[in-house]
C-alpha cells in the first residue's frame, strides 16, 4: 500500500497554486472578507513560512504551512485538503508532521486561527482532537467573533 508522503513546497507549481486557490474560495465563502486570514501566495513564500505538500501516488492531496513567531512559538497556516480526500487522515497527517517540525525546532507553543462558522467544525474538532484548546487572539490578531483562536504547550 502507498503510503502518504509530506514534502517541502516553494509554492510555485500550477498544482499547488490550484489547489491554494480552492482554498481561498472555501475561506471567502464561510467568512466574511475581514474575518480571513489566510495567506496569498507570497505571504505563503516568506523566509518565516516552511510550507509542505501531501501526495499519494504522486496525487496532490493537500498543504500546510508553519509560519515562525516570536518567542519559540510558531502558527499553523493554510491547511487545506482537496475536496476529494476529507475525511482520509490527509489532515491529521499534516498536523502531525507540523507539530513535529515545531518540536524540532524547540518551539513552546503553536498557535492558529480559524473560523467560528459551522463549516469550520471539522477542523476545529481535528485541532482539539490533538490536544489544542482555544485561547485569546494572538500575534497581531484582534477579537472577532468569525474567529476561533486555538493554542497548545509543546
Excluded at 501526495?55 to 513567531?69: D, F, I
Excluded at 524547540?106 to 482539539?128: H, I, M, V
Aim: aromatic share 6%.
Amino acid at each position: 500500500m502507498t503510503e502518504l508522503v509530506i514534502t517541502r513546497d516553494d509554492v510555485r507549481s500550477d498544482e499547488i497554486i490550484a489547489l491554494l486557490d480552492a482554498h481561498l474560495t472555501l475561506m471567502r465563502s464561510l467568512s466574511p472578507p475581514e474575518s480571513t486570514h489566510a495567506l496569498d501566495l507570497d505571504g505563503l513564500r516568506a523566509s518565516n513560512i516552511t510550507f509542505w505538500r501531501a501526495e499519494l501516488a504522486g496525487e496532490l492531496l493537500g498543504c500546510g504551512a508553519l509560519k515562525e513567531l516570536a518567542g519559540n512559538a510558531g502558527e499553523i497556516k493554510s491547511m487545506h485538503t482537496a475536496a476529494a480526500h476529507r475525511g482520509k487522515g490527509v489532515a491529521a497527517a499534516l498536523l502531525l508532521h507540523v507539530m513535529a517540525t515545531a518540536r524540532e525546532r524547540g518551539y513552546k507553543k503553536l498557535f492558529l486561527e480559524t473560523g467560528s462558522q459551522p463549516g469550520f467544525k471539522p477542523a476545529r474538532s481535528l485541532y482539539a482532537r490533538h490536544g489544542f484548546t482555544e485561547c485569546p487572539p494572538f500575534e497581531g490578531y484582534v477579537p472577532d467573533p468569525n474567529s476561533v483562536f486555538m493554542t497548545i504547550n509543546l
